[in-house]
């Protein structure tokens, strides 16, 4: 069977749970090894390890907070020590701490755009040597359409978002020379636990904003991430797609 990834290590972030393990998930049915970033090794990492290697696929699960430039500078050894190459990272992980910008404490702006933006440098920062020694390499930064438009009552979210836009095309512009590409995926309202905790009117509101008519599945995000990963997308670097069904 043709695999749009077979051959290529990819590094996903934020893999536990949503976005992220569904990209892991069809990262690996599509032949790719996948190292998945965790916080903690629950039920949920186990049973995709399961999966992914019932089905024949090859991955790995790495404890490490995306913030910490030094764990993940760490881990990112380790995962070449492992895999012996890295063609792919995905920057997923991802946390909101919403409030208005006047009631917003340091600590909520702190912790959102550590969490959000720093590890997307961390993560860049520690494989782009490696994807600059092999000349290629794809990198794919998980944003939201709030980084594009702004939302009230997330001025810490919506920046550390705009903040992986301006991150990936300058990414694209200093490494693309060397065959590395980078792209920022905008997602609109995506069914995960993230949106779940929601008020169920603000679910409605934004159900009725949105022209499909309904949020969009985590797997919904994951393809486009396999279309950024793979060769498919070898002519495109520095952009940002969005997926919202016409939000
Ligand atoms: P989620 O909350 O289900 O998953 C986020 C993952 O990030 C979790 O597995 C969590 O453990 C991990 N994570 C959090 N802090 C971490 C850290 N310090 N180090 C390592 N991992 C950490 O969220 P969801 O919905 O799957 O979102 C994934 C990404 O997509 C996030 O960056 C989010 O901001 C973005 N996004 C989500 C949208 C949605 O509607 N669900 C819309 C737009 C963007």
Redesign the pocket.
């Given at each position: 069977m043709n695999q749009l990834l077979s051959n290529k290590v990819g590094i996903v972030?934020?893999a536990?749970?949503?976005?992220?393990n569904a990209t892991a998930r069809l990262f690996a049915k599509e032949g790719c090894r996948v190292a998945m970033?965790?916080?903690s090794i629950n039920e949920k990492v186990t049973d995709t390890i399961e999966q992914i290697k019932a089905d024949g696929g090859e991955v790995q699960a790495y404890v490490?907070?995306?913030?910490s430039y030094e764990q993940v500078h760490t881990i990112t050894e380790q995962v070449m020590k492992d895999f012996g190459r890295i063609d792919i990272l995905v920057n997923?992980?991802?946390?909101t701490k919403d409030n208005l910008l006047l009631r917003m404490t340091e600590e909520q702006w702190d912790n959102v755009i550590n969490?959000?933006l720093k590890?997307a440098f961390n993560f860049i920062h520690a494989v782009s040597p490696h994807m600059m020694r092999q000349k290629s390499g794809s990198i794919i930064s998980?944003s939201?359409v709030v980084g594009i438009y702004g939302n009230a009552g997330q001025a810490n979210y919506a920046a550390s978002k705009a903040g992986m836009i301006a991150l990936t095309e300058t990414t694209a512009k200093e490494f693309g020379s060397r065959g590395i590409r980078a792209n920022a995926i905008a997602?609109?309202?995506?069914l995960?636990?993230?949106?779940a905790n929601l008020p169920q009117n603000t679910i409605d509101e934004f159900v009725k904003r949105i022209p499909m008519h309904r949020g969009g599945l985590?797997e919904e995000v994951a393809n486009v991430a396999l279309f950024l990963a793979s060769d498919l997308s070898s002519y495109v670097s520095g952009q940002t797609i969005q997926v919202t069904g016409a939000m």
């Open positions: 972030t934020g536990a749970r949503g976005i992220g970033i965790v916080r490490c907070d995306a913030s997923n992980a991802g946390i969490v959000n590890s998980m939201s997602p609109g309202f995506i995960t636990d993230m949106t985590p």
